[in-house]
């Protein structure tokens, strides 16, 4: 989290995750409430049509293996050192998440994977990277990092109650919602700590290699400033967290306009057995009234 370049790489991957997330589950949604099961992935077909996932595939081991080998070689301070480490962990965890998700997909029983046990591990993957967020940042720049901290809990107790409560769409739409939310926020911190221009009035950007300090803080000229800056940081943040539900609101709105618009598991073989499935239920309940009559 040391530079402008790794926000913005944070950005690009959580936003339109998150997106995906939304669009998928609100069209499985609307498409039939009473059939509505949360995914830990919505896959689509043709399986190229993946290409966020095997992006991440891709990038996420990428950037854990820089964290480890280019910050720890440039970091001067052991408490930067270990707090690189702990990212790489987190990334690498996030990695073994959606592999665990790929061999979920492609696994038959008696290898099947259950579902709920996905969920748990990437709550408690969530639960790892809030510990590491902001580690070694003090001031301004920490209280920023720690609404970060927030939007990742929210994401984690999301993943916790789909556990045990698949069918909530209101927890899909939290989690949805926070990842969307927490990539917007992230660039808005890179944007706001880590460059001049669109750093806040009166206060200098972050060092990204701090050799001075155990701390990294974003220091102000004075103290009105850190002040102003603050609160325009809480109003920023509230802003985003307004822009993100008024897009979320559209994006449903929008999808309840329009019925033939269909994404990942929304249409298909599964949306068409739980049908059937549903039918046969329904069926078999009504039969069993008549027979009572």
Same mark, same amino acid.
């Given at each position: 989290?040391?530079?402008?370049?790794?926000?913005?790489?944070?950005?690009?991957?959580?936003s339109?995750?998150?997106?995906?997330?939304?669009?998928?589950?609100?069209?499985?949604?609307?498409?039939?409430?009473?059939?509505?099961?949360?995914?830990?992935?919505?896959?689509c077909?043709?399986?190229?049509?993946?290409? #966020?996932?095997?992006?991440?595939?891709?990038?996420?081991?990428?950037?854990?293996?820089?964290? @480890?080998?280019? &910050?720890?070689?440039?970091?001067?301070?052991? =408490?930067?050192?270990?707090?690189?480490?702990?990212?790489?962990?987190?990334?690498?965890? &996030?990695?073994?998440?959606?592999?665990?998700?790929?061999?979920?997909?492609?696994? #038959?029983?008696?290898?099947?994977?259950?579902?709920?046990?996905?969920?748990?591990?990437?709550?408690?993957?969530?639960?790892?990277?809030?510990?590491? @967020?902001?580690?070694?940042?003090?001031?301004?720049?920490? =209280?920023?990092?720690?609404?970060?901290?927030?939007?990742?809990?929210?994401?984690?107790?999301?993943?916790?109650?789909?556990?045990?409560?698949?069918?909530?769409?209101?927890?899909?739409?939290i989690?949805?919602?926070?990842?969307? &939310?927490?990539?917007?926020?992230?660039?808005?911190?890179?944007?706001?700590?880590?460059? #001049? =221009?669109?750093?806040?009035?009166?206060?200098?950007?972050?060092?990204?290699?701090?050799?001075?300090?155990?701390?990294?803080?974003?220091?102000?000229d004075?103290?009105?400033?850190?002040l102003?800056?603050?609160?325009?940081?809480?109003?920023?943040? @509230?802003?985003?967290?307004?822009?993100?539900?008024?897009?979320?609101?559209?994006?449903?709105?929008?999808l309840?306009?329009?019925?033939?618009?269909?994404?990942?598991?929304?249409?298909?073989?599964?949306?068409?057995? +739980?049908?059937?499935?549903?039918?046969? +239920?329904? +069926?078999?309940?009504?039969?069993?009234?008549?027979?009572?009559?």
């Amino acid at each position: 989290m040391a530079s402008l370049a790794t926000h913005f790489s944070a950005f690009v991957l959580l936003s339109p995750v998150g997106l995906r997330r939304l669009l998928c589950s609100s069209s499985l949604y609307l498409r039939n409430p009473s059939l509505f099961r949360a995914k830990t992935w919505y896959f689509c077909d043709p399986k190229w049509k993946n290409f #966020d996932l095997y992006s991440l595939i891709i990038a996420l081991p990428i950037a854990s293996f820089s964290e @480890i080998f280019i &910050f720890l070689a440039f970091s001067g301070h052991p =408490t930067y050192r270990f707090a690189f480490f702990q990212q790489s962990a987190t990334l690498f965890l &996030f990695w073994l998440l959606l592999l665990l998700i790929i061999c979920r997909e492609n696994l #038959d029983y008696p290898m099947h994977i259950d579902q709920a046990f996905v969920f748990v591990l990437a709550a408690v993957t969530f639960f790892v990277e809030y510990s590491v @967020i902001g580690k070694g940042i003090s001031g301004l720049g920490g =209280t920023m990092y720690d609404m970060l901290g927030a939007l990742t809990l929210t994401c984690a107790f999301s993943c916790l109650y789909l556990s045990f409560r698949p069918r909530s769409f209101f927890a899909e739409f939290i989690l949805s919602s926070g990842l969307v &939310f927490k990539g917007t926020w992230m660039l808005q911190l890179g944007l706001s700590l880590y460059t #001049d =221009t669109f750093g806040l009035k009166g206060c200098k950007k972050m060092s990204a290699w701090p050799k001075e300090s155990e701390n990294a803080e974003f220091k102000c000229d004075l103290e009105e400033d850190g002040l102003r800056g603050l609160a325009v940081m809480r109003l920023g943040f @509230i802003g985003h967290a307004v822009g993100v539900m008024v897009l979320s609101f559209v994006i449903f709105g929008w999808l309840a306009r329009n019925w033939n618009w269909q994404c990942g598991e929304a249409s298909g073989p599964l949306l068409e057995e +739980m049908e059937s499935e549903h039918r046969f +239920m329904l +069926m078999r309940g009504s039969s069993q009234e008549i027979e009572l009559e």
